[in-house]
T-cell receptor, first 115, second 115 residues
Framework: AQSVAQPEDQVNVAEGNPLTVKCTYSVSGNPYLFWYVQYPNRGLQFLLKYITGDNLVKGSYGFEAEFNKSQTSFHLKKPSALVSDSALYFCAVRDMDNYGQNFVFGPGTRLSVLP | DSGVTQTPKHLITATGQRVTLRCSPRSGDLSVYWYQQSLDQGLQFLIQYYNGEERAKGNILERFSAQQFPDLHSELNLSSLELGDSALYFC??????????????FGSGTRLTVV
């Protein structure tokens, strides 16, 4: 079965500092990995995905993520955090066992960027 | 606006009642997915429909059912509601072909409160 872990419930970072939101995964076969962000009272917004290719994936709003197969990790990063980045971040893997149709989400990490 | 429309945005109802949540997918998308987001269970996949047919099932209770209509909109029916059913229910859609199914677009959700 596919699973995703986000070891930190909360990440606090000062505005202008680099941020990292951690994600590790367990899948059978090739991983299809995603990051989504949820702002208050909003739906989930797609940030970036890794399917194949370059291990460093660039996405929306200046975010990037690094795929590390040996460590089964897909950490989300941004060089310089903004207060407006404060939100709930979800790492997800495509459930290829269930005909590959749905996401298995991690529990989420709340990012707070302090001015 | 993601293009996925969910109604109503908020719903308050009493225990034992039945409610229907509605989702209109993004134009051209054939697949609709339902997810439940609760504090204790996180984001969980409930069920997927593709072009009117049920395609995949997740952790959906027997009290819950869904369908997708010929115009591709979907409804999630929740019956014999319990306090624990209070959650944010998301609908997502995707084009429906195998490769493009890797990316889904989410609606803003319906917040259900059972009192």
């Amino acid at each position: 079965a596919q699973s995703v872990a986000q070891p930190e419930d909360q990440v606090n970072v000062a505005e202008g500092n680099p941020l990292t939101v951690k994600c590790t995964y367990s899948v059978s076969g090739n991983p299809y990995l995603f990051w989504y962000v949820q702002y208050p009272n909003r739906g989930l917004q797609f940030l970036l995905k890794y399917i194949t290719g370059d291990n460093l994936v660039k996405g929306s709003y200046g975010f990037e993520a690094e795929f590390n197969k040996s460590q089964t990790s897909f950490h989300l990063k941004k060089p310089s955090a903004l207060v407006s980045d404060s939100a709930l971040y979800f790492c997800a893997v495509r459930d290829m066992d269930n005909y590959g149709q749905n996401f298995v989400f991690g529990p989420g990490t709340r990012l707070s960027v302090l001015p | 606006d993601s293009g996925v429309t969910q109604t109503p945005k908020h719903l308050i109802t009493a225990t034992g009642q039945r409610v229907t949540l509605r989702c209109s997918p993004r134009s051209g998308d054939l697949s609709v997915y339902w997810y439940q987001q609760s504090l204790d269970q996180g984001l969980q996949f409930l069920i997927q429909y593709y072009n009117g047919e049920e395609r995949a099932k997740g952790n959906i209770l027997e009290r819950f059912s869904a369908q997708q209509f010929p115009d591709l909109h979907s409804e999630l029916n929740l019956s014999s509601l319990e306090l624990g059913d209070s959650a944010l229910y998301f609908c997502a859609s995707s084009p429906g072909s195998l490769d493009s199914d890797l990316l889904s677009t989410f609606g803003s959700g319906t917040r259900l409160t059972v009192v």
